[in-house]
């Protein structure tokens, strides 16, 4: 039976990876890789370090840096990110998800949030959703980030629940990997993902009615 779910943050609640594509942008510039579209997609719920290492990867630069100086990079990266989110308030959830957790809240389902961002806590806070969720992983926490399930299998822990009790929303193919790799029912954002048990072409789609319609 189903009686949590485990919200991922970025693509899901808010659209904060224009932000992270702005700052990281920024960074390949100086590194001197392109930045492509298909580069920011691979970025998607990956880990900040790992995501630097895809950016240096994508245009041979690996070998060009030190450990410091990667540190530096990602930390600048962080702190031009931090400036934008900034500017996030309540008008920046996304279409249809203030409504659908009032409705889980109403239902008494139990609300995680499994997302790789260390900066998850502070863009709840402005979106004002703090209180909607009962969990909320740490990233630092965490030995594996997505696709590994354990972020998921965490989330699951941190409502005080089993993963076949939870279902996961994501946005990125790495994070419906981790939800289906934990065992919870996995639920897509965006047609082009594959392998959801359930998928909506976006969030204003996602309704609990229209969830429990195709469980069925
Ligand atoms: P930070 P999610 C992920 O959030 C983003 O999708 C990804 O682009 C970012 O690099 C990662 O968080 C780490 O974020 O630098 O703020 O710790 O999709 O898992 O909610
Ligand atoms: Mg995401």
Redesign the pocket.
């Known amino acids: 039976d189903l009686k949590g779910f485990a919200f991922?943050?970025?693509?899901?609640i808010a659209d904060t990876?224009r932000f992270h594509g702005q700052a990281w942008n920024e960074v390949a510039k100086k590194v001197g890789t392109e930045w492509t579209d298909e580069l920011a997609n691979n970025l998607?719920?990956v880990s900040r370090m790992d995501s630097l290492e895809l950016i240096l990867k994508a245009g041979g630069h690996e070998n060009d840096y030190s450990q410091a100086e990667k540190e530096a990079l990602a930390e600048e990266k962080n702190n031009n990110y931090l400036k934008l989110v900034d500017t996030l308030t309540p008008a920046d959830i996304l279409p249809g998800i203030k409504n659908f957790l009032d409705k889980l809240k109403a239902k008494n389902y139990k609300i995680a949030l499994a997302?790789a961002s260390k900066n998850a806590p502070k863009i709840l806070k402005q979106l004002q959703l703090t209180d909607y969720f009962e969990g909320i992983v740490n990233p630092a926490d965490l030995k594996k980030g997505k696709p590994d399930p354990e972020i998921y299998l965490e989330a699951a822990k941190s409502i005080g629940l089993k993963p076949d009790q939870v279902a996961g929303i994501?946005?990125?193919q790495a994070?419906i990997a981790a939800i289906n790799a934990a065992g919870e029912l996995s639920i897509g954002i965006g047609e082009s993902l594959k392998n959801a048990d359930i998928k909506f072409a976006d969030t204003s789609e996602m309704t609990l009615e229209a969830i429990k319609e195709r469980m069925a």
């Not at 991922?8 to 899901?12: F, I, N, S, T």
């Open positions: 991922d943050l970025d693509g899901v990876a998607k719920g997302s994501e946005d990125a994070g």
